[in-house]
């Protein structure tokens, strides 16, 4: 329970399904606030993308949070090294028209490859895709999270496997049309076996409401989180990457009037 200027605010943790999900249940105001990734969700106000002809203008933003980050994930058996080596292999990418799938389309376009006939596409979820991968069903799986990821951890305990590098010119080519892919770099000993660093790419989660939401309540709670970082930073590995500074990066929707009263008292707003 979070205590906001005397007033005790409860709020209930749910666990979602991916960025595409939030955005559509905050466009219904089905939920308060939900974590985004910043693509998806100027994808989802914009009506671009999956969200073509569905444009959702009642979606706002509180604040950006921590990069996550792409992951490749392969079975070390699967004579996969490079990107292009997935020609012919089985790929899962969660279901059609979910951020994870219309990543996969990108990359694929960006390596000049095609999903029809260049690979074999499967949509389980990741953690379906997991059992697969445990049981040589499946040769790769593509997840965006905060790293290190809880699914990731465990099934590299287990089982060997690589998390694919993504970079080098396609990437590039690919970041000219989605700027809110940046670099990343997947630190050495992430995971069990993995040795050596992975570069790779990473877009930033955005905090997001929808505009029904009280001003004073929006208000409290972005002042509560940037103003309580170090507290975060010791409960949770990703807290020590979320920062007043960079509260506004990638964050392409409208603000919450709440949230941008706040940052306006903290100068980043004129």
């Known amino acids: 329970m979070l205590i906001l200027t005397a007033k005790k605010l409860s709020a209930t ?15 219904r ?15 989802a106000y914009k009506g671009t993308k999956q969200f073509e002809g ?36 089985s790929i899962s990418s969660g279901s059609p028209g979910s951020g994870q ?9 960006a ?30 799986s593509l997840i965006t999270a905060g790293t290190p990821t809880a699914s990731v951890l465990e099934l590299a305990n287990y089982h060997d496997i690589i998390i694919l590098p993504l970079t080098g010119p396609a990437i590039k080519e690919l970041q000219k049309v989605q700027p809110y892919y940046a670099n990343a770099t997947l630190p050495a000993n992430t995971y069990k076996g993995q040795t050596e660093d992975v ?4 877009v930033r989660a955005i905090w997001a409401t ?6 004073e309540t929006a208000y409290n709670v972005v002042k509560a989180l940037y103003e309580n970082t170090e507290t975060l930073a010791k409960v949770h590995v990703k807290g020590k990457e979320i920062s007043l ?24 707003i004129k």
Request: aromatic share 6%; hydrophobic share 40%.
């Open 210 to 215: 929808h505009d029904q939401l009280d001003e």
């Open 111 to 140: 390596h000049g490859m095609d999903r029809t006939t260049d690979i074999s596409e499967d949509y389980s979820s990741f953690s379906q895709s997991v059992e697969k991968i445990k049981d040589g069903n499946l040769d790769a």
């Open 101 to 109: 799938w219309q990543l996969l389309g990108d990359l694929l376009e």
């Open 199 to 202: 570069e790779t790419i990473a």
């Open 29 to 43: 105001n089905g939920i308060e606030s939900a974590f985004v990734a910043a693509d998806i969700l100027d994808a």
């Open 245 to 268: 500074e960079k509260a506004l990066e990638s964050v392409s929707i409208p603000l919450h009037p709440g949230a941008e009263k706040y940052y306006r008292e903290k100068g980043m």
């Open 13 to 27: 943790a749910e666990t979602g399904n991916a960025s595409v999900a939030n955005a559509t249940l905050l466009g």
């Open 54 to 89: 569905k444009e959702i203008k009642n979606l706002r933003a509180l604040g950006a949070l921590y990069p996550e980050t792409v992951q490749l994930v392969v079975r070390a058996n699967a004579g996969v090294k490079t990107f292009m080596d997935l020609k012919g292999k």
